[in-house]
């Protein structure tokens, strides 16, 4: 039986590993088909607190933001709803979780219109390299 490594709240992903291995052209072709960054994501540390459910105030750490969502540590990860509200400096970014693993690390995409490019300028205002967009 396949064992699966990651959830995606879109649905289960499950492959045998030893049946892709064999099957290098098949991979290529996945690869080919996965969506690209739509927004540049800048790598900068921010404290943040999210609200989720039942859970309101939960300190969180930024690890990188975009205008198109955000990357996170929380303790207690799992307590999180699919929707959520990311509260950093004055704004309240409303989305849902993408991705979410076992050291704590949360991946969020924001809804429509919820940070602007200029939002985003203020928020780091040294907006070092954006990271790679692959």
């Keep these: ?26 991979i290529e072709r996945w690869l080919g088909t996965v969506q690209k960054r739509q ?10 607190q999210v609200d989720s459910g039942h859970l309101m105030g939960r300190q969180v750490t930024v690890l990188n933001i975009s205008v198109g969502g955000a990357s996170f540590e929380i303790s207690g990860s799992e307590e999180l709803e699919p929707h959520l509200t990311l509260r950093v400096a004055a704004h309240r970014l409303r989305g ?32 070092q390299s954006p990271q790679s967009q692959t």
């Design 1 to 26: 039986m396949a064992h699966a490594d990651a959830k995606d709240f879109g649905g289960w992903i499950v492959f045998e590993k030893t049946a892709l291995w064999k099957q290098p052209s098949q």
């Design 39 to 48: 927004h540049q994501r800048f790598s900068h540390r921010l404290n943040g």
């Design 96 to 127: 849902e979780i993408v991705w979410r693993d076992a050291s704590g690390r949360v991946g969020m995409r924001f809804l429509p219109n919820q940070l602007s490019d200029a939002d985003l300028r203020r928020l780091i205002p040294n907006q």
